[in-house]
């Protein structure tokens, strides 16, 4: 197929004028093939110069490795970019990770481009000083794995070199739906292996996963196998609002109803196995127009802004807790939990650690739904509780089981309440809190207004 294009394009090459091309003016945004036709489609060998020429060019943020080989031995290379001066980020807190790739088919070259683009859009934008990139640098690392199976890439063919489908060759349901080309087992196949080590090795806390396809165009979520809707919906469904509301009208579906059942694939072993959020972004299928002298980066334009739309808010796509609120009185603890982030959490516990680091109470398992606040309350002796403690909450960052748990320190003191409203239970309010302040004015008062009786009664 690819023989055909390319003689179309020669022949459409020997009709363009050479004014069109001014001798030594490079394209402002090059990409292989450009000025004349980007859908000269990349290869393995022009990816491996690319990506080793970013490498080479701009090391502050371009970490080059490898997620392993092809069934022919190619390596499967993974960009991976942040700041990498900042082991953390600015704040001091830990980085997001967003993992991507492109290319399970290897012909889905759109697929494969929007991967080379992403990619290449925060390499150049960091170059250019652009507020955007950069932020995301600081706070974020992108995982790129741009071609999967180089193999069929360069043959011009869906299947790898032992005509097996790899977006079906994954451990989640492994061939049991309706599908042709699943392998032998689930990751038979040296090219799916070598992606699930890189998740499990590298990006195991990863809160996003995005796999570039090309084919029908929509961003499909889990699961394939069911037409239910994932645990996590309410996390989906969210991103889905904002995207059209903000940024594309694509459609935005569960894969079983938005495309057909399919199994084993890298999206629902992402989610279902990783417990990562995780799309399957689907480009149009026109791969191949004769004549057409579209760039990709506006070929793909829309596509990229879906793309930094999901990067970019990478911090809210799970649960994220803060105790806003905790009150201790003789028999109970109440706390008031509120979550930023955009996925609910069904499991999160509270706990107390005294002064030689032994866990001596945690309270039952509690939910709290997506940008949303809880109150629980919780039946336990304020004997409990002593001086030089404290406290952490565990939770899973979404309601997947797969998903990660977090142990996240408390930095919220307690409030002693006095239940039989008589002095001598602890009041655990600080020097300048509100209360504290009032209650001392009143005291001043009560013994300003004492003393002036007293001076009165003896003159």
Same mark, same amino acid.
């Given at each position: 197929?690819?023989?055909?294009?390319?003689?179309?394009?020669?022949?459409?090459?020997?009709?363009?004028?050479?004014?069109?091309?001014?001798?030594?003016?490079?394209?402002?945004?090059?990409?292989?093939?450009?000025?004349?036709?980007?859908?000269?489609?990349?290869?393995?060998?022009?990816?491996?110069?690319?990506?080793?020429?970013?490498?080479?060019?701009?090391?502050?943020?371009?970490?080059?490795?490898?997620?392993?080989?092809?069934?022919?031995?190619?390596?499967?290379?993974?960009?991976?970019?942040?700041?990498?001066?900042?082991?953390?980020?600015?704040?001091?807190?830990?980085?997001?990770?967003?993992?991507?790739?492109?290319?399970?088919?290897?012909?889905?070259?759109?697929?494969?481009?929007?991967?080379?683009?992403?990619?290449?859009?925060?390499?150049?934008?960091?170059?250019?000083?652009?507020?955007?990139?950069?932020?995301?640098?600081?706070?974020?690392?992108?995982?790129?794995?741009?071609?999967?199976?180089?193999?069929?890439?360069?043959?011009?063919?869906?299947?790898?070199?032992?005509?097996?489908?790899?977006?079906? =060759?994954?451990?989640? +349901? %492994?061939?049991?739906?309706?599908?042709? *080309?699943?392998?032998?087992?689930?990751?038979?196949?040296? $090219? @799916?292996?070598?992606?699930?080590?890189?998740?499990?090795?590298?990006?195991?806390?990863?809160?996003?996963?995005?796999?570039?396809?090309?084919?029908?165009?929509?961003?499909?979520?889990?699961?394939?196998?069911?037409?239910?809707?994932?645990?996590?919906?309410?996390?989906?469904?969210?991103?889905?609002?904002?995207?059209?509301?903000?940024?594309?009208?694509?459609?935005?579906?569960?894969?079983?109803?938005?495309?057909?059942?399919?199994?084993?694939?890298?999206?629902?072993?992402?989610?279902?196995?990783?417990?990562?959020?995780?799309?399957?972004?689907?480009?149009?299928?026109?791969?191949?127009?004769?004549?057409?002298?579209?760039?990709?980066?506006?070929?793909?334009?829309?596509?990229?802004?879906?793309?930094?739309?999901?990067? =970019?808010?990478?911090? +809210? %796509?799970?649960?994220?807790?803060?105790? *806003?609120?905790?009150?201790?009185?003789?028999?109970?603890? $109440? @706390?008031?939990?509120?979550?930023?982030?955009?996925?609910?959490?069904?499991?999160?516990?509270?706990?107390?650690?005294?002064?030689?680091?032994?866990?001596?109470?945690?309270?039952?398992?509690?939910?709290?739904?997506?940008?949303?606040?809880?109150?629980?309350?919780?039946?336990?002796?304020?004997?409990?509780?002593?001086?030089?403690?404290?406290?952490?909450?565990?939770?899973?960052?979404?309601?997947?089981?797969?998903?990660?748990?977090?142990?996240?320190?408390?930095?919220?003191?307690?409030?002693?309440?006095?239940?039989?409203?008589?002095?001598?239970?602890?009041?655990?309010?600080?020097?300048?809190?509100?209360?504290?302040?009032?209650?001392?004015?009143?005291?001043?008062?009560?013994?300003?207004?004492?003393?002036?009786?007293?001076?009165?009664?003896?003159?």
């Amino acid at each position: 197929m690819r023989v055909a294009v390319g003689l179309v394009v020669c022949i459409v090459l020997a009709s363009v004028p050479a004014a069109a091309a001014p001798s030594g003016e490079a394209p402002s945004s090059a990409w292989p093939g450009d000025p004349v036709d980007s859908h000269v489609h990349l290869t393995w060998a022009a990816l491996t110069l690319d990506v080793n020429d970013w490498a080479d060019e701009h090391p502050d943020i371009v970490d080059l490795t490898s997620a392993g080989s092809s069934e022919l031995g190619k390596t499967l290379w993974v960009v991976r970019l942040s700041d990498w001066s900042l082991e953390t980020k600015p704040n001091g807190t830990a980085k997001e990770i967003v993992y991507i790739d492109g290319g399970h088919h290897g012909n889905e070259y759109l697929g494969t481009a929007l991967a080379y683009l992403t990619a290449k859009w925060y390499i150049n934008a960091w170059s250019e000083g652009d507020e955007e990139a950069i932020t995301v640098l600081q706070n974020t690392e992108l995982h790129i794995l741009i071609m999967l199976n180089p193999d069929g890439n360069d043959i011009d063919t869906r299947w790898n070199v032992n005509q097996v489908d790899l977006n079906r =060759n994954y451990n989640h +349901y %492994w061939n049991t739906c309706p599908t042709t *080309q699943p392998g032998s087992s689930a990751f038979s196949e040296s $090219e @799916t292996a070598s992606n699930s080590a890189y998740m499990n090795e590298f990006v195991t806390d990863a809160d996003l996963y995005v796999t570039m396809h090309t084919g029908v165009w929509i961003m499909l979520y889990p699961w394939g196998k069911w037409a239910d809707q994932p645990p996590d919906w309410e996390l989906f469904w969210g991103i889905r609002e904002e995207v059209h509301a903000t940024v594309s009208d694509i459609p935005i579906q569960n894969a079983n109803q938005g495309l057909y059942p399919n199994c084993g694939t890298s999206r629902d072993y992402g989610y279902g196995v990783m417990g990562f959020p995780t799309f399957t972004f689907e480009t149009d299928d026109e791969q191949f127009v004769p004549g057409s002298f579209e760039n990709l980066n506006e070929r793909l334009g829309e596509e990229m802004d879906v793309m930094r739309y999901l990067i =970019n808010k990478v911090w +809210y %796509w799970r649960a994220r807790l803060d105790v *806003q609120a905790l009150e201790i009185s003789q028999d109970s603890l $109440e @706390t008031t939990v509120f979550n930023h982030g955009m996925a609910s959490t069904t499991n999160a516990s509270l706990e107390y650690i005294d002064a030689n680091g032994d866990v001596v109470w945690s309270s039952p398992f509690f939910g709290v739904n997506a940008t949303n606040s809880s109150t629980v309350q919780f039946t336990v002796p304020s004997s409990k509780f002593t001086d030089g403690g404290s406290w952490n909450l565990n939770y899973q960052k979404r309601v997947i089981n797969a998903s990660v748990w977090v142990n996240e320190t408390v930095d919220f003191q307690p409030s002693f309440i006095d239940d039989a409203g008589e002095g001598g239970f602890l009041l655990g309010f600080g020097v300048f809190n509100p209360v504290t302040s009032l209650l001392a004015m009143v005291g001043v008062s009560a013994w300003m207004q004492r003393r002036g009786t007293v001076e009165e009664s003896t003159e």
